[in-house]
T-cell receptor, first 112, second 110 residues
Framework: DGGITQSPKYLFRKEGQNVTLSCEQN?????MYWYRQDPGQGLRLIYY???????QKGDIAEGYSVSREKKESFPLTVTSAQKNPTAFYLC???????????FGPGTRLTVL | GESVGLHLPTLSVQEGDNSIINCAYS??????FIWYKQESGKGPQFIID?????DKRQGQRVTVLLNKTVKHLSLQIAATQPGDSAVYFC?????????FGSGTRLSIRP
């Protein structure tokens, strides 16, 4: 069963702590993405990666970090430098050709 | 800079009627334009995309129109059903970068 998985679905963290969100895909896609969505808002691009061991900043990269050591995995770390981290985080993947992107179910992060 | 925007934040449609959701974009260099549907609490679901060198593409009950002269994209949903209630996003893809617009909420009147 192919697709994208994100874990955990809900995550709580104390202010000042770093936290890592998982994203895995078995679609053999080269490109992967992280988006942030605030209530009633659109999706804003945090980071994206076109190939293993390479990634680019999106529009709101400050306070976040990523790695792409394997094609299947693109974890996102929300650092303590992110001033307002409470949000819904969405991971996606796509082939480098074509427009279609596949999204995971999302992780809802709440900072206490 | 790059931006993809929507004309209307909400749209109410009678069940069975056709829905038209509009989107304006500013970057003419995009490779693809894409429509997504997002239900509450879920990740966006791909609906249809259109290559930038095309004007029209049809899917099952959906049609996407691209007018490059006025930088306008639209999604037409035929015979709107209650299950079509969701937020619809347009997005553009340039190389591998995908940028989203702010979304239109579609509600269906019985």
């Amino acid at each position: 069963d192919g697709g994208i998985t994100q874990s955990p679905k809900y995550l709580f963290r104390k202010e000042g702590q770093n936290v890592t969100l998982s994203c895995e895909q078995n679609l053999n896609h080269d490109a992967m993405y992280w988006y942030r969505q605030d209530p009633g808002q659109g999706l804003r691009l945090i980071y994206y990666s076109q190939i293993v061991n390479d990634f680019q900043k999106g529009d709101i990269a400050e306070g976040y970090s990523v790695s792409r050591e394997k094609k299947e995995s693109f974890p996102l770390t929300v650092t303590s430098a992110q001033k307002n981290p409470t949000a819904f985080y969405l991971c996606a993947s796509s082939s480098t050709s074509g427009g279609r992107g596949f999204f995971g179910p999302g992780t809802r992060l709440t900072v206490l | 800079g790059e931006s993809v925007g929507l004309h209307l934040p909400t749209l109410s449609v009678q069940e069975g009627d056709n829905s038209i959701i509009n989107c304006a974009y500013s970057n003419s260099a995009s490779d693809y334009f894409i429509w997504y549907k997002q239900e509450s609490g879920k990740g966006p679901q791909f609906i249809i995309d259109i290559r930038s060198n095309m004007d029209k593409r049809q899917g099952q009950r959906v049609t996407v129109l691209l007018n490059k002269t006025v930088k306008h994209l639209s999604l037409q949903i035929a015979a709107t059903q209650p299950g079509d209630s969701a937020v619809y996003f347009c997005a553009e893809k340039k190389a591998s970068k995908i940028i989203f617009g702010s979304g239109t909420r579609l509600s269906i009147r019985p």
